[in-house]
């Protein structure tokens, strides 16, 4: 029988590793070629004014976290 310190340790440990592999994206992420410069991302450029939202980049990002989470959570 598990006791709570055990499941909550196992809570603690996968929330850890999570906020690790986020920290690692936003360090190399701007070293990706072609991430957030794809088909479907805005950017307005109006004189000193540049407005940019990544929307192609934010769908390609939910559909690969969507098919690892499935992945992973398939039983």
């Given at each position: 029988?598990?006791?709570?310190?055990g499941s909550m340790?196992?809570?603690l440990i996968g929330a850890g590793l999570f906020l690790v592999v986020i920290?690692?994206?936003f360090l190399l992420g701007g070293k990706i070629p072609g991430l957030g410069r794809i088909?479907?991302?805005?950017?307005?450029?109006r004189?000193?004014?540049?407005?940019?939202f990544p929307l192609g980049t934010c769908i390609?990002?939910?559909?690969?976290?969507s098919?690892?989470?499935a992945f992973f959570t398939r039983r």
């Open positions: 029988m598990p006791t709570p310190f340790g196992r809570l920290g690692l994206l088909p479907g991302d805005i950017i307005i450029r004189g000193n004014f540049t407005f940019y390609l990002l939910s559909i690969l976290l098919l690892v989470l």
